[in-house]
Each structure stands twice: as C-alpha cells, then as structure tokens.
C-alpha cells in the first residue's frame, strides 16, 4: 500500500508542474525550457524554511510566492525575445539558476539540503494534500481556458501581433501567465522537497526540464487532460517498470522526437484525429 | 605567467567552442533550426576517433574516418529529422533536437558503457615551444586546426562556385532555386561539413582529455547555442569571436567568479544580458 501511495504522490506532483508549464508554454505559447529552476526556487524556499522551524504551509506559500515572483522577473525576457530565442534564455536562465545554487554554501551547494522536516500530514494526509492540490489546478485549468483570460492567453499563442491589432494588451498577459505557471512550479517544487526530503541542484537540472516539457509536449500542448494523462503516465512509467528506469531518458528522448516528428499536436491531436474520423 | 596561462587556456578552450558552433551557425544560417543534436555528432566523432586510433594507431586516419562518418551521419539527421518538419514553428524542431540529443547521449552510454573510452597510447604528446609557448603537439594543433577550417570555410564560402550558390541559399532559397542553384544538394553539403567540423572538435577534444564520455557534448550543446546568439545568428566570424571571447571569459571566470558561479553557466549570463539588450545578437547579419 505505502508503495502504491507513493506512486500516486509522484503522480500528483508531475501533474501539477506538467500543468504548471502546460499554462505558459501550452495556454498563452511562450516556450520555457528552464521550468526546472522555478520548481526548484519554490522547492529551495520551502525546504529552507521548514528546515528552520517555519510551518509547512506558510513555507509552501512562500515557495509559490518567490516562484513567481522570479518567474515574472523571466517573463519580462518574453518581451523582448521570441520563439527560439525565448527557449534559449529561459534555458539560459535554468542554467543559470544551478550554477548559482551549486556555488552557494548558504543554500548547500553540491551537496544540497538533506534532512527536511516531515510536513507531519501523515502518509494519506500527505498524499491527499498532494492529490487536492492537482485536482485544483486541474480546475483551474479547465476554467481558464473558458474564461476570457483564457481566449486572450489563445489569441496571443496564436498570433501576438493580431492580438496587438486586436488591442490586446499582450505585455500584460504573457507576464500574467509567466507569474501564475511558475507560481504553480514552486507549489510542485515545494511537494517534491517534502516528499523526497531531499535536493540538490541536480534535481532542478535541465534534464528536469525537458522531463517537464515532455509531459506538456506528449500531451498536447495546451490540452488540459493530454497534459494529465501524459503526465500521470509518464511519471510513474520509469518506476513501475525497473528496466525503462535504466533506459528512462532514451524513451524520453525518442518520444520527444517522435512526437514532434509525426504528431506536433501530441496525444490530445491523435486522439481528436481518431475521435473527428470514427465519428463521420 | 598566470595571466599568460589562462589566456592560452581560454584561446584552447574558444577554439574548440569554435570549430563545434560554426557548424551549428551554419546549419542556423540555413534551415533557422536550433540544431541541439550537432553536440551528439561531436560526441560521435570524439568516439570514432578513440575507436579507430586504438585499432589502427594511426590518429590521422582516425580523424580522417571520423570527419567522414560524423558528416554522412549529419546527413542522415537532416534527412530523417529536419527535413519533414521544416514547415513547423520553431520550436518543434527545436524539441525534436532535443530529443534526438538525449538519445544519443544514451544510445553512446549504452553502448560504450557509462565510464567511457580512453586512448591506448595517448597520441600527440610531445612538448613544442614556439614563441616561448610550451604547449603539447595537441594543443597546438587544436589551436591550427580550427584556424585553418575557419580560413579554408572562408574561402570556399568568399572564392567558389559552391559558396555562391550557399550564401544564394541562405539569402533566398526560392529565388536561388529558381536561378539553378540545387539547394536540396545545398543542405546536404551544409550538415555534411558542419557536421565534419564538430568530429574534429571532438577528436581534439578526446586527444586533451585523453577521454570521450556519452555525457562530454551535454555541455557544449547548450553552450553552443549561447555563443551562435551571441554572433549573431548565421554569421561565422562573429561566432568565431564569441567563441574565442566566451573561452577567454571562462577560463578568467573560474579563478575570479568560482564563489558566486560556475563556469559552465557564465555563458548564459551573458547570452541573457546580450539578448535582452541586443535581441537581434551581438554582431548583426549583414
């Protein structure tokens, strides 16, 4: 049972940060490839916090709270550049953000935080808390899209200069969704630190990234429940079965290929595919 | 002599940085694909030369092997990966690049093992002074060798039929085709040299470090889009520069900067600062 728990914790929190990234790169079309580092700045804050007497979930909020803060600080990057560029700097900013932790002995460097408190939920409580917070971003979700902030995240995904014909105020809207995703990043960083009670930099690695991305990228970017299910599936594909753990990142690497190469929609764009012939 | 050390390491350093991002400028200049899998071709390139230098013991034909393999190889990625999805967004090739990355990274881990490949007899060692510089044969030649390609780049880029019919290709494809250029046969050359020019670097690579790795083009790869933005896209000479500069930089950052940085993310300090003031890089296209 506590095996089958902690599946279901991994689940949650890949569902959250798949989502998370799912919001910028998929809802308003702003590719990040350094999401890693805001999990990271949410999962830093908490762990440090905690570590030093704080309440968890003051600590959780604070990790959001800086998250997203830095992650409006990377958004105003997206007004300058765009497309590829943008990868690169986010990219450079992930980058940056390890090569910064690492050197800091204040935040554990190398070595990185072990010894985290226990958020004292339990195992259920904890798994519960894990589970509602991706329930409520899935909500989320599912009523931004509908919303009118969502139709105008699409107008600028679409085509940001009509969306400037248009009147809308683009600047406003990418940094809105720079600051809510990587906010929601330092919410599923925050989960991570609690629940494996240890990081270092490298878990907040490029690498870490991409995983991200792959998640967002094989479900369909800007699908709400692509991005749950490739989530959901692929978090937890490596640990169910031991020999795709060793060749984890080869499966990863070539679904990314694969999917870009054969279907840029992702599952979503499949399913649909298959969905809009059986129905003719 | 400090001060004279860690300049003739960065200029080592830049000219391998050098010789990898040329061909991945070139291949931006071209197609406007981030090619992120052009560092799998230098990892590629690295192990052929261990391989057949181990069996042969002749490092000339290794290299010689190696810049043929990893060319046709390059080829081969542009057939199969770039070609179909050039009428995409940007980034889906990006990411499929990506993607084609981390899985030669593994394929080379799987097959090659975790600990990598080191030279039986390490080849090129010998000390040579020249100017009161001593330096190994290695690195001497590191240093000639991305010289000489960059000059032998430019003179078939600025003085043949062939670099006409490139430089028509990256200006207007549609227009140099209907002027008789072949720009299918324009690309495939393009990888084929770029990719050429990363099995170099790979084979000094692997002469210095006496080591390849399946991990030693994870670095480079994202370095190098670094040093491509910061030339200016497309552009060779001043990717040349920003690669010799970021070198330079490096190998000063890491005695001044170590407590606040590490070396490998200086780059991208000055890729942010460079695009957020300059978007377009910092040595425009003509």
């Not at chain 2, 491509?228 to 520069?241: A, D, F, P, S, Y």
Request: charged residues 10%; proline residues 3%.
């Amino acid at each position: 049972m506590a095996y089958e728990i902690s599946l279901l914790i991994v689940m949650g929190i890949s569902i959250t940060a798949g989502l998370s990234l799912n919001l910028i790169t998929g809802f308003c079309g702003q590719i990040s490839l350094g999401h890693a580092a805001f999990m990271g700045i949410g999962a830093y804050t908490s762990a440090l916090m905690t570590k030093n007497g704080f309440p968890f979930f003051p600590s959780l909020a604070a990790g959001m709270l800086l998250a997203g803060i830095a992650g409006f600080f990377v958004g105003l990057s997206s007004l300058r550049v765009r497309h590829d560029f943008l990868a690169i700097t986010t990219m450079g900013v992930g980058f940056l953000f390890i090569g910064l932790v690492r050197q800091q002995d204040a935040l554990g460097g190398e070595m990185g935080i072990s010894g985290i408190p226990d958020p004292g939920l339990g195992k259920i409580g904890f798994l519960l808390l894990v589970l509602g917070c991706a329930a409520l971003v899935i909500l989320f979700c599912q009523f931004m899209k509908r919303s009118w902030l969502g139709f105008s995240f699409d107008v600028v995904a679409d085509d940001e200069d009509t969306a400037l014909l248009m009147g809308l105020n683009v600047t406003q809207f990418k940094l809105i969704a720079f600051a809510i995703g990587t906010c929601l990043a330092g919410l599923a960083g925050g989960l991570y630190a609690h629940n494996v009670r240890f990081i270092d930099p490298e878990s907040f690695g490029f690498i870490e990234s991409i995983t991200v991305l792959s998640m967002v990228v094989i479900g369909g970017i800007g699908s709400v429940w692509g991005v749950v299910i490739a989530s959901a599936v692929l978090s937890v594909l490596p640990l169910w079965f031991q020999f795709i753990e060793d060749y984890k990142l080869l499966v990863y690497g070539l679904l990314l290929f694969s999917v870009m190469r054969f279907s840029p929609g992702g599952l979503s764009a499949i399913f649909s595919k298959i969905f809009t012939r059986s129905l003719k | 002599m400090l001060f004279l050390d860690l300049l003739i390491q960065g200029l080592l350093q830049g000219s391998i940085y050098g010789l990898i991002a040329v061909g991945l400028t070139l291949v931006y200049g071209l197609l406007r694909i981030l090619h992120v899998a052009h560092a799998g071709l230098f990892t590629l390139g690295g192990y052929i030369c261990v391989i057949v230098t181990n069996q042969t013991s002749s490092f000339l034909l290794a290299v010689l092997t190696s810049m043929i393999l990893v060319g046709l190889a390059g080829m081969i990625i542009y057939r199969i990966c770039y070609q179909p999805i050039l009428d995409q967004p940007p980034f889906v090739p990006l990411i499929a690049s990506i993607g084609l990355f981390i899985a030669m990274e593994e394929l080379f881990r799987i097959f090659f093992g975790a600990y990598g490949l080191s030279f039986t007899e390490l080849p090129l060692q010998e000390p040579l002074a020249l100017m009161q510089i001593n330096l190994k044969q290695a690195e001497w030649i590191t240093i000639a060798s991305s010289v000489g390609f960059v000059a032998m780049l430019a003179f078939l880029a600025n003085r043949t039929k062939l670099g006409l019919a490139w430089k028509a290709t990256v200006t207007d494809p549609e227009i140099a085709s209907s002027f008789g250029v072949n720009i299918i046969q324009v690309r495939y050359l393009n990888f084929f040299i770029g990719s050429s020019l990363a099995a170099v670097s790979g084979c000094m690579m692997a002469v210095l470090n006496n080591l390849v790795e399946p991990t030693m083009g994870s670095v480079p790869s994202y370095k190098m889009l670094a040093i491509i933005v910061l030339g200016g896209l497309g552009n060779v000479r001043g990717t040349l520069i920003a690669a010799v500069l970021l070198g330079i930089i490096e190998s000063y950052g890491t005695i001044y900067l170590d407590d606040l940085l590490d070396r490998d993310s200086i780059a991208f300090v000055f890729l942010i600062i460079a695009l957020m003031i300059r978007p377009q890089g910092l040595f425009q296209r003509h």
